[in-house]
């Protein structure tokens, strides 16, 4: 064997690496040296996400073409472990915590483990390894929902959770077992891709690649495979829910794309078009009409989230280019305005152990600042200029429309009224935070350090990288420079 | 790019947001300091760049747009920060300035939160103005987002009466609009180019270009006028209009009736008409009969209301529905008048506002029927409301009769029976205005006292006369000096025109 092929892991290498040595170090060090692990692991990491950044990808299928590192899937990785990045700071002082010190090396040692499931998801291409990346991000996930060991809801949402990752796992595996049938006997997406566009569309392909939607549906809580996310959203400790909602559905986001139209794209019209057309309507209403109505800040961020995993799909419905680097773009946006959202809950929830919509009336009389940035949070969620929300829906509605058909227009219109809807509900919170009630309900606190850090690299993100067109220019680029989407009709389009 | 001089009419806001973001919020002199240097910067800056246009007009540069300049922004999409203005923009810019500084001045003593209120209020000026100079349809989109949003937090936390609703009402009704616009917007772009051309966001680009499908144009039409429409009043979108800016504080019912309502007749004027001019064609007709509603609907309503600003906000109603009646006649004259209409209602229902706001701020009722004979309690506000009065019903010297005028004197040269028809109904406007305007003067200025209380109440203070002054010496200076509006914009019509006959 050839283990110079390894070289072309370079990231899913790093953050084995950092995982080895938080593992050690979690182990072997005494009481004492223990206190440094938060701060050790961030900064290790921080510097892994820079070399991921900034070095190139091979872009070689390495392991038999199971395996590669493309430019654009070394930037989501890239753009996966800012999200990560910022969880990491945000939950500092929750690890420093009483119950929490013992277990605080798990919580890393288990979070890298579900990145580096994360990474293989992206990069595999071929369903064994995709299935491994798969089982990997999504059983230690259940574990860290389950980390408030001493609450009942927690307990509840890893039980929810779990039972529906191997359900979902179950449902996508009986669906690649009648893909194998088609492709006759392989698992490569390139094979299967051959063996579709040339037999015919029959019955059980629809069933195939209705429960493959299906097993990603869970993981991406498209409507109706939701069902799992407010309770598991609500039950969780808060930092593994921020996690959740941005890291773990901006990664099943690409790997959704790339299966769908690698393996699936030649019987894009025939078969899977109208599924995907269906489940993202219902993804954003659903999500949006559900959102309306929720008084735990919690819940309100799952059917958010959800109704935003239905913009998030509108990328792969254009199956372009654009539309993937449009879609990556989205992640970005989605990350730093979901985890400053996160930020402002999560240090509330700390310092008060608040979590309702009421407890933040007047706000702003109390803190300012933490006013300021979640209305930043939720104008950007909403889609409101000049922030950064704006711009990755303007880019991802612009990419999807760029195929001319009605019926595409018709899906932008349906996206656009929600987008309304959505900022009613996004308003409510502004509203309580600066309009409603007279007397504050949360003291004035001065968070911890490493959670402000976090907040502001949020609100950086979600005031400059709007303006700033560098990320978008860096994920179309990543995507020009690997072959990922199978269409290009859109190519002319570029300049310069 | 910062040589161009139109792109300083987006960054004194922005100074202004930081200059604010520096000062403490009990700090008022500072935060004072601060909008008044700028505003009035800004009012330079826009009367410097009206000299220097028609100056450059008058050596003989025709080309449709001046002071240009193009910068690349989101390059997969050919996306382009570009700036450019014609005759209307700059007197839209004059505008958006004067009302700017006498909305500062006039919200002198705002509480509580005075930094917040100005931070938002900078942000929705950032928004105005970037409009006003965009030419491509992409930056014009994002700053008339960021014209909406602002509105929501200042009538929320600064308004009065049901603020909570009128503001949620307002926020999302106009962005439902713009939900609409934003589908037109997309359509026009990606059909911007014929064949394997490059696709562009230009509005001059895609103007010369011509390649818009007329099967597409019909919808885009309807989807563009409609999103701009619903910011410009029409009928049946008018709804959030009389209890936004009944529930708006002062300074925000200025800005809001006073430029923002004309972000929807200049975006239906500039894109809807002058992109899709086969479909301006042959649907006017449909937009014809809402905007004709709307200016009748508007006056009577406004008959029946005996809160003065809801009375306000329907005549505001039929007059930028004359606005938009205007436009859709498609010929010089008429749209001439529309622009006119656009200044005066502006000049003239911010001068409502303020007085409207003074008036509350004193009696701390704005029913009418518990008001009387201010006119002897306080002479100055109510002179100058009575003057805001003749120039709303259209007294000659003053700016509505030039506007109006103008506008029925176009509207007329269609000579079919349906356009007939529509503007003999339109005229009749103008005696219900003056119905309405002389029953609110009678009831709340003439007449006796109706409360003893209100003979211990103050006349204007030096900051409130700065405000009416200004904003009647322009209303009479339209009057007067007409001919000066006209020359300005006269080089402005003949590409819409153009491109409306080459449709035909």
């Known amino acids: ?496 | 790019m910062f040589g161009n001089i139109l792109i300083w009419f987006v960054i004194i806001p922005i100074i202004m947001m930081a200059g604010l973001g520096l000062c403490r919020n009990s700090n008022m002199k500072a935060i004072r300091a601060v909008m008044v240097v700028c505003s009035v910067a800004l009012l330079g800056l826009a009367i410097w760049l009206c000299c220097d246009f028609l100056r450059l007009r008058g050596m003989g540069d025709e080309s449709e747009m001046l002071f240009t300049g193009s910068w690349m922004w989101y390059a997969p999409l050919n996306i382009h920060l570009a700036v450019g203005v014609d005759g209307i923009s700059v007197l839209m810019l004059l505008l958006s300035a004067v009302i700017v500084f006498a909305g500062t001045i006039a919200s002198w003593q705002i509480n509580p939160l005075p930094k917040n209120f100005f931070l938002w209020f900078a942000l929705l000026s950032t928004g105005v103005f970037g409009f006003f100079i965009s030419i491509d349809m992409f930056t014009m989109f994002m700053f008339y987002e960021v014209a909406l949003i602002p509105m929501y937090l200042l009538i929320g936390v600064w308004g009065t009466g049901r603020k909570e609703y009128s503001a949620m009402k307002l926020t999302l009704m106009l962005m439902g609009g713009s939900a609409f616009l934003m589908l037109g917007l997309l359509g026009i772009f990606w059909h911007s180019a014929p064949e394997g051309g490059q696709l562009t966001w230009n509005i001059l680009e895609i103007s010369h270009n011509a390649s818009i499908d007329p099967s597409w144009q019909n919808m885009l039409f309807c989807f563009t006028f409609v999103g701009f429409g619903v910011l410009g009043a029409m009928f049946p979108f008018h709804t959030w209009s009389p209890d936004g800016h009944a529930c708006a504080p002062t300074a925000v019912s200025m800005l809001h009736a006073g430029v923002l309502m004309k972000l929807g007749g200049y975006g239906c004027f500039r894109i809807a008409i002058f992109l899709l001019p086969q479909a301006a064609n042959e649907l006017a007709w449909i937009f014809i009969i809402l905007t004709g509603i709307s200016i009748v609907y508007g006056a009577f309503s406004a008959c029946v209301q005996t809160d003065l600003k809801y009375i306000n906000a329907y005549s505001s109603v039929s007059h930028c529905g004359m606005v938009l009646f205007a436009i859709l006649m498609l010929n010089t004259t008429a749209m001439t008048g529309a622009i006119m209409q656009m200044l005066s209602h502006g000049l003239m229902t911010a001068l409502f506002f303020a007085l409207i706001g003074m008036i509350y701020g004193r009696t701390h009722t704005r029913d009418i029927r518990q008001m009387g004979g201010l006119m002897q309690i306080m002479p100055y506000l109510g002179v100058c409301y009575m003057i805001a009065g003749f120039a709303s019903l259209g007294l000659p010297g003053l700016s509505g009769f030039v506007a109006e005028m103008t506008i029925f004197f176009g509207a007329f040269q269609d000579s079919d029976l349906f356009h007939r028809i529509f503007v003999i109904c339109a005229c009749s406007a103008i005696v219900t205005t003056a119905v309405y305007i002389l029953r609110v003067v009678g009831k709340l200025l003439l007449g006796p006292v109706h409360d003893e209380h209100h003979r211990q109440l103050t006349d204007a203070t030096w900051w409130e006369r700065l405000s009416t002054v200004t904003l009647i010496v322009c209303i009479a200076g339209i009057g007067c000096f007409p001919n000066w509006i006209n020359e300005t914009i006269q080089h402005s019509f003949q590409p819409i025109i153009a491109a409306i006959q080459g449709a035909i």
């Not at chain 1, 993804?283 to 819940?299: D, W």
């Not at chain 1, 009224?417 to 502004?430: A, E, F, P, Q, R």
């Not at chain 1, 690997?482 to 009709?489: E, F, G, H, V, W």
């Open chain 1, 1 to 496: 064997m050839d283990y110079s092929q390894f070289g072309a892991m370079l990231p899913e290498l790093i953050v084995l690496g950092i995982f080895l040595i938080v593992f050690l170090f979690d182990t072997f060090s005494g009481e004492g040296a223990k206190k440094a692990l938060p701060s050790l692991t961030t900064i290790l990491f921080a510097l892994g996400t820079v070399a991921i950044w900034i070095v190139p990808a091979s872009a070689e299928p390495v392991f038999g073409g199971m395996y590669v590192n493309t430019p654009a899937c070394n930037a989501i990785k890239a753009i996966l472990n800012v999200g990560v990045f910022i969880v990491f700071l945000q939950s500092v002082k929750w690890v420093d915590s009483e119950s929490m010190k013992i277990r605080r090396g798990e919580f890393y040692e288990l979070l890298l483990v579900t990145l580096f499931g994360m990474y293989l998801m992206v990069s595999a291409r071929h369903f064994l390894l995709f299935i491994i990346g798969l089982e990997s991000a999504s059983l230690p996930l259940a574990a860290l929902v389950a980390f408030n060991k001493k609450e009942y809801e927690s307990h509840e949402a890893a039980i929810k959770y779990i039972m529906t990752a191997v359900f979902s796992s179950a449902i996508l595996l009986c669906g690649l077992s009648f893909v194998y049938a088609f492709s006759g006997g392989s698992l490569y997406f390139s094979d299967i891709a051959v063996a579709l566009s040339i037999g015919e569309t029959s019955g059980l392909l629809l069933v195939a690649i209705a429960f493959v939607l299906a097993g990603l549906g869970f993981k991406l809580s498209l409507v109706p495979f939701h069902l799992w996310t407010a309770d598991v959203y609500e039950g969780a400790p808060t930092s593994i829910t921020s996690y959740l909602s941005v890291v773990s559905k901006g990664a099943a986001a690409f790997a959704f794309f790339i299966i769908f139209t690698q393996c699936f794209g030649a019987v894009y019209s025939d078969a899977w078009e109208w599924m995907l057309y269906a489940v993202i309507i219902a993804t954003i209403t659903v999500g949006n009409l559900f959102a309306m109505r929720q008084k735990n800040m919690k819940r309100f961020m799952a059917f958010s989230s959800i109704s935003q995993a239905g913009y998030l799909m509108l990328g792969a419905v254009a199956d372009s280019s654009l539309g993937l680097g449009s879609m990556m773009f989205y992640i970005f946006v989605y990350i730093v305005s979901n985890l400053g959202a996160f930020a402002v809950i999560q240090t509330i929830e700390y310092q008060t152990g608040k979590l309702n919509m009421d407890d933040y009336n007047g706000l702003h009389k109390t803190n300012p600042w933490l006013s300021f940035a979640m209305t930043l949070a939720m104008f950007s969620l909403a889609g409101i200029p000049p922030f950064a929300g704006f711009f990755s829906k303007f880019l991802i509605f612009t990419s999807v429309t760029g195929t001319g058909s009605m019926a595409l227009y018709m899906l932008v219109l349906i996206a656009l009224i929600n987008t309304i809807i959505s900022l009613y509900y996004y308003l409510l919170v502004v509203k309580a935070i600066w309009i409603s009630g007279d007397a504050p309900k949360i003291e004035s606190f001065r968070s911890d350090g490493a959670s402000r850090a976090a907040l502001w690299i949020s609100v950086a993100g979600i005031v400059f990288f709007g303006l700033v067109p560098y990320i978008y220019q860096y994920c179309i680029d990543s995507v020009m420079a690997s072959q990922d989407s199978i269409l290009s009709a859109i190519l002319p389009l570029f300049v310069g």
